[in-house]
């Protein structure tokens, strides 16, 4: 069992720049970052692998959000730059267990293990 614990979120204004971190309680292979809006589905955000060859985001082309991690740490970053009203979410931490290929990289939210409680992002106009 791994135990996954995000912070770092917040009440900012648009424009303005978050950097949400998650704690794991063990060594895991690839992890993401998915959010929830109010009413809404929840939908994947970013992700990246163990080795972080490999790393995947809705917002890619415009450098808004970019996810990192610190496997030294068991540690998980995402930066969110730029952000917007409709960024404003419930963002959740996800991991997949230690034991599957190091350059694997998961973005849907039914391939992932364990999920954290996760951590709000409030953007105001």
């Known amino acids: 069992q791994v135990h996954l614990v995000e912070s770092g979120g917040g009440l900012v204004h648009t424009g303005d720049s978050l950097r949400l971190s998650c704690a794991a309680s063990?060594?895991?292979?690839?992890m993401g970052w998915f959010r929830q809006a109010p009413g809404k589905e929840r939908e994947f955000v970013a992700a990246?692998?163990?080795?972080?060859?490999?790393?995947y985001s809705i917002d890619s082309e415009r450098g808004r959000f970019t996810i990192s991690r610190d496997n030294a740490k068991n540690a998980l970053f995402l930066q969110l730059n730029s952000l917007k009203p409709e960024d404003t979410a419930v963002y959740y931490c996800?991991?997949?267990?230690?034991?599957?290929?190091?350059?694997?990289?998961?973005?849907?939210?039914?391939?992932?293990?364990?999920w954290g409680q996760g951590t709000q992002v409030t953007v105001s106009s």
């Open positions: 990246i692998s163990r080795l972080g060859d490999k790393t």
């Open positions: 063990a060594r895991t292979s690839t």
């Open positions: 996800a991991a997949k267990g230690a034991y599957y290929s190091p350059s694997y990289v998961a973005t849907q939210p039914q391939d992932y293990d364990y």
